[in-house]
T-cell receptor, first 112, second 114 residues
Framework: DAGVIQSPRHEVTEMGQEVTLRCKPISGHNSLFWYRQTMMRGLELLIYFNNNVPIDDSGMPEDRFSAKMPNASFSTLKIQPSEPRDSAVYFC??????????FGDGTRLSIL | DQQVKQNSPSLSVQEGRISILNCDYTNSMFDYFLWYKKYPAEGPTFLISISSIKDKNEDGRFTVFLNKSAKHLSLHIVPSQPGDSAVYFCAAGFGTDGNNRLAFGKGNQVVVIP
């Protein structure tokens, strides 16, 4: 079975550039989550969608961050403009409530 | 403000012995708790969960204990195996959204020595 697929696996870009992270959830799952992991703050929920609708974006750090889910099989997390403090590992997860969340392998983002 | 705390960030244990991981939480509203396991360069994978109506849940070598009055849960792995070497995350949620708005601890590194 295909799991949650994230791309790219690694991204290195310069400050000020736009960054787009992509996620394909597990087929049939109706909830999708974006997390950020840093040494300082651990794993934090940024936003989650239910049936493609954003339900809770209270974890999105700033207006520079935006997330979309145009259909049940695709989501993006965009950072524009990017800053060095955005460097982290970003995880996407999906679930079929009330089952536990399944995580992708993450995107390691480095902003120079 | 860390609502889920995992102290003692690393643990080394001999193969065959018991590994005990601890987790404390501050929000008394939490009623659903999970443990995830993470290998390097991979995402966390679900291990075991427990709801607040229970104080113990067992799945093979893995047992989670919940002490609601102390706001504490623990994960026991027995016997420990080299493949258990990973980072373990404790997570908590509440209400009908219990499995959506999860708060995670920072993780415990476990090393099982063959």
């Amino acid at each position: 079975d295909a799991g949650v697929i994230q791309s790219p696996r690694h991204e290195v870009t310069e400050m000020g550039q736009e960054v787009t992270l992509r996620c394909k959830p597990i087929s049939g799952h109706n909830s999708l989550f974006w997390y950020r992991q840093t040494m300082m703050r651990g794993l934090e929920l940024l936003i989650y969608f239910n049936n493609n609708v954003p339900i809770d974006d209270s974890g999105m750090p700033e207006d520079r961050f935006s997330a979309k889910m145009p259909n049940a099989s695709f989501s993006t997390l965009k950072i524009q403009p990017s800053e060095p403090r955005d460097s982290a590992v970003y995880f996407c997860a999906s679930s079929l409530m009330p089952q536990p969340q399944h995580f992708g392998d993450g995107t390691r983002l480095s902003i120079l | 403000d860390q609502q889920v705390k995992q102290n003692s960030p690393s643990l080394s244990v001999q193969e065959g012995r018991i590994s005990i991981l601890n987790c404390d939480y501050t929000n008394s509203m939490f009623d659903y708790f999970l443990w995830y396991k993470k290998y390097p360069a991979e995402g966390p994978t679900f291990l075991i969960s427990i709801s607040s109506i229970k104080d113990k849940n067992e799945d093979g070598r893995f047992t989670v204990f919940l002490n609601k009055s102390a706001k504490h849960l623990s994960l026991h792995i027995v016997p420990s195996q080299p493949g258990d070497s990973a980072v373990y995350f404790c997570a908590a949620g509440f209400g009908t959204d219990g499995n959506n708005r999860l708060a995670f601890g920072k993780g415990n590194q476990v090393v099982v020595i063959p």
